[in-house]
RNA sequence: GGCGGGGUAGCCAAGUGGUAAGGCACGGCUCUGCAAAAGCUGCAUUCGUCGGUUCGAUUCCGACCCUCGCCUCCA
């Protein structure tokens, strides 16, 4: 069995097979974010995403290189370094702490590298010397440098991989209008920015003289840099297909010579409330946001987790409300096997397994693998109740569940401790129900779960969770 | 206008040329002093509409309706 993935570059499921002639290393990168404020939900969902790639790739045995770009120089962060009167690094640090604490929060393993774009200015101009040199660029009269779309498809080079592309027919819509910058034509986009007096201090010295660079360039350099000219795993947002990653295979491939990347995956985004997210509609959350409505990353991640990729996907509040309770019926699950196995290892041989990676395998069939997890939580339960679950067979079924959950990341929950006061009072209960005093009982119940746990009378006596 | 996704139960969401996974919600049952929690269990003669191909279509083809996204710095 092999992991198959839809590539957007053949726009169909392939096979997925590394460049490492010994079939072991993999390189990934991801687009990461813009540090100009919190991420968003929508931004969550495409992080998720890659956090599912890069370990379905682990799943299947490869040694990854995750690779996550932070573009921490850009418009926007400009104009807001400018509007509050701080500067670059002190802005963009906050934001790039807060979305690494957030990616955590989601579960997400941390990439192995993660660069920034003000560290790779040198990187950066090396790049655009080589296009400029190949004549796929040029220095307008407004002093930056641009890659010339033109240029580049004499060269024999395609523009337009990742989608059908008829630049004449394309609308030049109200941002190519208000564009006022010199390209030789409107397709051109910009590799080296000359400097405005609108960049504040923001600004670098380069072969073009002062300025920054454009949007696209920093993820070819650092890509590049990090996995080499030609890799074999790209990831983005649909959005970003256009321009962004055209633009990338065209700078890539443009100074390199070689293809850029061998699988483009795109992640859809999503709606909030069937409802495209906008903070107009007051449905734009972050996952702050959603935390301080006292739901948990792992809860979101569960969420953001249970449809496929490609599909455009309702984010709801229904959906998170059900999300914990999904997550708790596996908790349940896990509880009592833990408990059956007596905390001893065991070899993974359970039917979970090989019906989770046939779905995941299957281009990252989520829904498929979930419904592989809940069959078999069902099945499990259903053993634990008839006392037909051996030790051993625990222990094999948490095994299972172990390497499954390597890819889901939904981890292990440890329970709350129970305050002392807490378990005074419910022990009190205990001694009201022996008494048959079931109004005492009743009011302590009542006091705990004010007081926000929750007693649940198991054949094994009460227990207490935190609500 | 160009290009590309979708429309499957109350909600979310898989899937297949042969008679509809899974989750949430809801109902029933077990347990309980009563509850809660947990567990078990039930829950779409039907897959946007209308035609066509077929022994058979939700799945293939055509038309239509609705909806969403991208079309130059948006995940």
Redesign the pocket.
Known sequence: MALKLFNTLS?SVREFTPLDPAGKKVGLYC?G??VYDYA?I??W??FVFADLVRRALEFSGYEVQHVMNITDV???IIKRVREQKTTLPEFTGKFEAAFLDDLKALGCREPHQKPRATAHIAEIIALIEKLVARGVAYQAADGSVYFS?EKYRGCGCCYGQL??L??D?????E??AS?E?EKES?????LW?AYGSEDGEVAWDSPWGKGRP??HIECSAMSIKALGETFDLHL?????????HEDEIAQSEGATGKPFVKFWLH?????VE????SKSLGNFFTLRDLQAKGFTGREVRFLLL???Y?????F?F??L???R??L??ID??LAKLRELSGGGGGDANSGLLGAFQT?LE??L?I??A??A???W???T??RI?ENSLSRPDAAAALAGWEKVDSVLGIGVVTEAEVPAEISALAEARTTA?KAKD?KR??AL?DDLKSQGW??????KGPKL?KH
């Open positions: 726009r687009c974010p813009t968003h929508g931004n969902r495409t850009e418009d926007k779309i989608l059908k008829n630049l027919e394309m609308r030049a819509g941002r190519v564009d910058y409107v397709a051109d986009f910009a920015k454009g949007w983005g947002g649909e959005d970003l297909k256009f321009p962004h992640g859809a985004h999503l709606l069937g409802k495209k997210m249970s449809s496929h490609r599909e455009t996907f309702n709801t229904d959906g409300a059900g999300a309770t999904s708790a019926r349940e699950c779905a299957e281009d069939n829904s498929a979930w419904a997890v809940f069959e939580v069902r099945e339960n259903k109740a129900k079931f009982a009743d119940r929750l007693i649940e009378d198991t054949a969770k």
